[in-house]
Each structure stands twice: as structure tokens, then as C-alpha cells.
Antibody
Framework: QITLKESGPTLVKPTQTLTLTCTFS??????????VGWIRQPPGKALEWLAL???????RYSPSLKSRLTITKDTSKNQVVLTMTNMDPVDTATYYC??????????????WGQGTMVTVSS | EIVLTQSPGTLSLSPGERATLSCRAS???????LAWYQQKPGQAPRLLIY???SRATGIPDRFSGSGSGTDFTLTISRLEPEDFAVYYC??????????FGQGTKLEIK
């Protein structure tokens, strides 16, 4: 059974850097075709894709946020970390990590974490 | 950048009725990479359909997807009370690799 869980601060100040960790189980991020992505959702608004890291360490970022994002993986710890610099109140959102497998559900996120709410406020 | 536009914004129907949700892309999308999600309040999205028409594991067969090119449809053949939620389409392609539509809220009439 695949599970993912996000962790990190619930409150950050403007201009600070946000670091979120996705801890997963039930799959290996060294398996060909597997990826873990980050998606966020401001309160009452739509989903927005942020970044994704593949099994081979290929990394993809939303062009609009690329300069602020870094995604890394620690395969031995079954974790994926997302950092977002220069946080602003408009970045207030629920942040989700999600699993993707090119071999089973290509291009889609089949299993999601529960999400973690991050508020940006001074 | 591919933009996905979902319509209607809100759909009011009764249990037992048929729901038809639309997702239109600003450029052609590979059918292999069009997905639909359901999201209920306070919950994470749930994958319903991938590859435009393939149901994800455990999804009831009242949910079906169709379409190609720039026009895609999610159909719920006979609404159950638990189907009232927000639905998102999502595509995978060139940069940005992933985009979501703005969502359709399916509410009880």
C-alpha cells in the first residue's frame, strides 16, 4: 500500500524559506518510471502543480515558480524535500505531495498525501 | 503553455441524474495524458480517470472519460450522494509539464 505524508511548518513569515518534506512508503523512488510531485491549493482555489522529481533524479519545475523552488530526494530515507524561497502571503495554501508511475497511470498522480496547510503571515 | 478550461463552473443536479463535465484545452493534449480528479471538502484529490478514459483502481464504472485533442468529458452516469464534489482535469505535456483546470463544482440540486 502506497502512502505519502507531508510535514513542515504551518506558519512562515514573508521572505522566509519554506521547507516541506514528503515521507512515503510502499514504493521506491529508485524504481524506473516513478516520480513524486508537489501540488498546492490556496484556500478555495484550484490545484497548482509546483515540481516533480523522477527516479533518475530528473527534476521538473513550474516555469512561473522555477526560480524559487528546489526539489530533492533521499532514496534511503524514502523522502522528497521541496524548498520554496522568498515566501509571500499569496503562497498560503495546502501543499500536497503525490506519487506518479509512468508504468501504471502515466502523467497522472494516483496517490496523494493528506496535505499540509502553510500560512504565510508576519 | 496549455490552459485547461472546465465548464460549467457549477453544476446542480439531483441524485440519479447524469452529469457531464467538460474540459477544453487551449492546445491539443495527448489523450494518454489527460486525467480527472475528484476532491471533497477537506480531502486530497482522488484520481478517477487517466489516459482520458481509463478508470483508476477502485473507481466505480458509473464514472467514464472520453475525448481527444482539445475536448474531453467526464461523465457520471447516475449520480450517487457521495459524488457531489469538485472535479478537476489535468494534463501532462510540455512545459509546464502539468496543468490543472479551475474545477467544476457538482452540487446537489
Amino acid at each position: 500500500q502506497i502512502t505519502l505524508k507531508e510535514s513542515g511548518p504551518t506558519l512562515v513569515k514573508p521572505t522566509q524559506t519554506l521547507t516541506l518534506t514528503c515521507t512515503f512508503s510502499g514504493f521506491s523512488l529508485s524504481t524506473s518510471g516513478v516520480g513524486v510531485g508537489w501540488i498546492r491549493q490556496p484556500p478555495g482555489k484550484a490545484l497548482e502543480w509546483l515540481a516533480l522529481i523522477y527516479w533518475d533524479d530528473d527534476k521538473r519545475y513550474s516555469p512561473s515558480l522555477k526560480s524559487r523552488l528546489t526539489i530533492t530526494k533521499d532514496t534511503s530515507k524514502n523522502q522528497v524535500v521541496l524548498t520554496m524561497t522568498n515566501m509571500d502571503p499569496v503562497d498560503t495554501a495546502t501543499y500536497y505531495c503525490a506519487h506518479q508511475s509512468a508504468g501504471t497511470t502515466p502523467g497522472a498522480f494516483d496517490i496523494w498525501g493528506q496535505g499540509t496547510m502553510v500560512t504565510v503571515s508576519s | 503553455e496549455i490552459v485547461l478550461t472546465q465548464s460549467p463552473g457549477t453544476l446542480s443536479l439531483s441524485p440519479g441524474e447524469r452529469a457531464t463535465l467538460s474540459c477544453r484545452a487551449s492546445q491539443s493534449v495527448s489523450s494518454s495524458y489527460l486525467a480527472w480528479y475528484q476532491q471533497k471538502p477537506g480531502q486530497a484529490p482522488r484520481l478517477l480517470i487517466y489516459g482520458a478514459s481509463s478508470r483508476a483502481t477502485g473507481i466505480p464504472d458509473r464514472f467514464s472519460g472520453s475525448g481527444s485533442g482539445t475536448d474531453f468529458t467526464l461523465t457520471i452516469s447516475r449520480l450517487e450522494p457521495e459524488d457531489f464534489a469538485v472535479y478537476y482535469c489535468q494534463q501532462y505535456g510540455s512545459s509546464p509539464e502539468y496543468t490543472f483546470g479551475q474545477g467544476t463544482k457538482l452540487e446537489i440540486k
